[in-house]
Nanobody
Framework: QVQFVESGGGLVQPGGSLRLSCAASGFFFSGFRMGWYRQAPGKERSLVAFINRPGGDTNYADSVKGRFTISRDNAKDTVFLQMNSLKPDDTAVYYC????????WGQGTQVTVSS
């Protein structure tokens, strides 16, 4: 079955960095566009970045452009999100999924940006 396992979140001060990882399984990973989504308290889940198969073009939400970088390792069925210059508004639970998303979600990884 399809599974996503996110990791790498934590508490970081404004201006800091984190690198998220997502291990996917149960489908032909390299054949799909992959994305990172986030959901802040009281807000809907939104797409922040995606990378086309098999590792080509990337696209970012305006709010993270220039600060976040998405990448993928098709040999390990893993997608990454490097987050730099973090802001308090980046605080959210981060999830990975295909784009457009399927109904199966992982547990997500909490990112908290606070001093």
């Amino acid at each position: 079955q399809v599974q996503f396992v996110e990791s790498g979140g934590g508490l970081v001060q404004p201006g800091g960095s984190l690198r998220l990882s997502c291990a996917a399984s149960g489908f032909f990973f390299s054949g799909f566009r992959m994305g990172w989504y986030r959901q802040a308290p009281g807000k809907e889940r939104s797409l922040v970045a995606f990378i086309n198969r098999p590792g080509g073009d990337t696209n970012y939400a305006d709010s993270v452009k220039g600060r976040f970088t998405i990448s993928r390792d098709n040999a390990k069925d893993t997608v990454f999100l490097q987050m730099n210059s973090l802001k308090p508004d980046d605080t959210a639970v981060y999830y990975c999924n295909v784009v457009p998303f399927w109904g199966t979600w992982g547990q997500g990884t909490q990112v908290t940006v606070s001093s």
